[in-house]
Nanobody, 121 residues
Framework: QVQLVESGGGLVQAGGSLRLSCAASGRSISRYGMGWFRQAPGKEREFVGRINWSGGNTYYADSVKGRFTISRDNAKNTVYLQMNGLKPEDTAVYYC??????WGTGPYDYWGQGTQVTVSS
């Protein structure tokens, strides 16, 4: 079993930055692909981006491309989501998920509980 815990969320002004962390426990995620998702109130969950097991391949939704960066530190069993140029429409609960196939494309075997990001205008 893999437990995922997101952290780093909070309140930030538009244009600001946050770095979210997704710390895994229970098992190494070094061979897992990882995805980041978000869900705003009243909206469906939305794909944000993904990273493969080695960190050599990433992919982002158009809405965040050029502003968000996913990275990972397999030695720390942690994946990161660096968010720059935040906009009020980025306000959501952010989730990380682990994909045992290694590419981060899903289906996802494990999900975190989420961390709230609020961007004020």
């Amino acid at each position: 079993q893999v437990q995922l815990v997101e952290s780093g969320g909070g309140l930030v002004q538009a244009g600001g930055s946050l770095r979210l962390s997704c710390a895994a426990s229970g098992r190494s995620i070094s061979r897992y692909g990882m995805g980041w998702f978000r869900q705003a109130p009243g909206k469906e969950r939305e794909f944000v981006g993904r990273i493969n097991w080695s960190g050599g391949n990433t992919y982002y939704a158009d809405s965040v491309k050029g502003r968000f960066t996913i990275s990972r530190d397999n030695a720390k069993n942690t994946v990161y989501l660096q968010m720059n140029g935040l906009k009020p429409e980025d306000t959501a609960v952010y989730y990380c998920a682990a994909d045992s196939k290694g590419w981060g494309t899903g289906p996802y075997d494990y999900w975190g509980q989420g961390t709230q990001v609020t961007v004020s205008s």
